[in-house]
């Protein structure tokens, strides 16, 4: 039974170009969660997706940002026009249902870096 | 803002018992409280969680104080493969999103 896969697992950009994180949640999952996270932080939230619907995007930043997760396919994050500021691992999580006490499975991330 | 509280980093040796401790004085009576870990370059790994009472696991025990404003995180045995940043983390009202602050950085001595 896979895991959390999350591709690429390192992304280079240069600003002002597009970067697309993509995350595919365990079987039988239909609740993924975005993170990002800085050099020796915490993981923050951005954005939590059940199947074609966005439930709380109140941790994402306004403009540039956007994540979906349609009916096929894997979750998408995408980032327009990258500045050096969201150079950062991002990590996907996946739940079986809303996450309350049950736990998030975690994929290994995406490092992105932003030139 | 985080809702817990850890040391930065902690060091123990090989095969000795490790005990992290998280404050968490601000809690409300229904918030259950999950331990992470992350090893280096990887997601984070669930660990434990309760909500009062003291759990066991094959990972980990979790101690969680009578008032519930801290808990402690038990390896019974720890290896070099438990050297991580361990999180404590409490959800916010919503339920899902959970809260980290930057955790205890575990060091292991062999």
């Known amino acids: 039974n896979a895991g959390v896969m999350q591709n690429p697992r390192h992304l280079v950009r240069r600003r002002g170009q597009e970067a697309r994180l993509r995350c595919s949640p365990m079987k039988g999952h239909s609740h993924v969660y975005w993170y990002r996270q800085l050099p020796e932080e915490g993981l923050k939230f951005m954005v939590y997706?059940?199947?074609?619907?966005?439930?709380?995007e109140s941790g994402m930043p306004k403009e540039r940002f956007s994540a979906e997760f349609p009916k096929e396919g894997p979750s998408i994050l995408r980032i327009q026009q990258v500045v050096r500021g969201d150079s950062a691992a991002y990590f996907c999580?996946?739940?079986?249902?809303?996450?309350?006490?049950?736990?998030?499975?975690f994929g290994p991330g995406t490092r992105l870096t932003v030139l | 803002d985080a809702k817990t509280t850890q040391p930065n980093s902690m060091e123990s040796n090989e095969e000795e018992p490790v005990h992290l401790p998280c404050n968490h004085s601000t809690i409300s009576g229904t918030d259950y409280i999950h331990w992470y870990r992350q090893l280096p370059s990887q997601g984070p790994e669930y660990v434990i969680h309760g909500l009062t009472s003291n759990v066991n696991n094959r990972m980990a025990s979790l101690a969680i104080a009578e008032d519930r404003k801290s808990s402690t995180l038990i390896l019974h045995r720890a290896t070099l493969r438990d050297a991580a940043v361990y999180y404590c983390i409490l959800p916010m009202d919503s339920n899902y999103q959970l809260i980290w602050g930057a955790g205890t950085k575990l060091i292991i001595k062999p």
């Open positions: 997706l059940q199947k074609e619907n966005i439930i709380d």
């Open positions: 999580a996946s739940s079986p249902i809303r996450q309350g006490n049950n736990e998030q499975f």
